[in-house]
């Protein structure tokens, strides 16, 4: 068990790091990463920066996280982020594009994509300050980094980010009931009820957030 507990989660680290790598090679060939990125080497087709950048990143969870439940609780913070996606962009498809010919139609998918946000948001606010702001820290981060690079200027950086602010609002909310929740205080039905409208509140300025790149 123990030998297992070590192997299996080294293998998967192992698969991550170089998947990520790729990650990294194919953001800086768009443009959203340092092109140094996307240097490849001549035999293995892969950037060793790349490699390096994403060992590094993957070894400090392990320096500043002293064990393996904690790890998994900051992982779990970005999956749940990045699922959060999809409810979202199955009703603005539906907003921007209602007369696209779709060859399946889900029946009352609105209805559970407001329903599946919750349950994520929910999910999130469960994990804790610490991986919450942590998540939050580096997705600003992240993108001051692919906006400086991508955009070129500051005022296309501030529309970027005008484009997207309700994400950080998210986040900032999910942060401040995470707080709430290590307290033990969202079980108290008034503050659930806030949480609920504030999520709400989120979810409709998600859906209707304006884009100022065009403009």
């Not at 992240?142 to 484009?163: E, M």
Request: hydrophobic content about 50%; proline content about 3%.
């Amino acid at each position: 068990m123990y030998v297992d507990a070590a192997i299996s989660p080294s293998g998967t680290a192992v698969i991550y790091v170089g998947s990520s790598a790729r990650m990294f090679t194919g953001m800086a060939e768009d443009g959203q990463m340092p092109k140094i990125f996307a240097k490849e080497h001549a035999e293995h087709g892969v950037s060793r920066l790349a490699i390096l950048v994403t060992l590094v990143l993957c070894m400090s969870l392990v320096v500043f996280f002293d064990n393996w439940d904690k790890i998994m609780v900051v992982v779990s913070v970005f999956l749940l982020i990045s699922c959060l996606a999809v409810p979202i962009a199955f009703v603005k498809l539906r907003i921007d594009q209602p007369s696209l010919k779709r060859p399946f139609r889900m029946p009352l998918g609105n209805f559970f994509s407001y329903i599946t946000y919750l349950f994520i948001s929910f999910m999130l606010v469960q994990c804790g300050t610490i991986a919450l702001g942590l998540s939050l820290t580096f997705h600003a981060i992240l993108f001051l980094v692919y906006g400086t690079i991508y955009y070129r200027q500051f005022n296309k950086v501030i529309k970027a980010l005008a484009s997207s602010w309700s994400i950080f609002v998210y986040l900032a909310i999910v942060l401040y009931f995470g707080h709430v929740q290590d307290k033990n205080q969202l079980e108290n039905i008034s503050m659930l009820s806030i949480f609920f409208v504030c999520m709400t509140l989120n979810y409709y300025f998600l859906l209707h957030q304006k884009s100022y790149n065009q403009s």
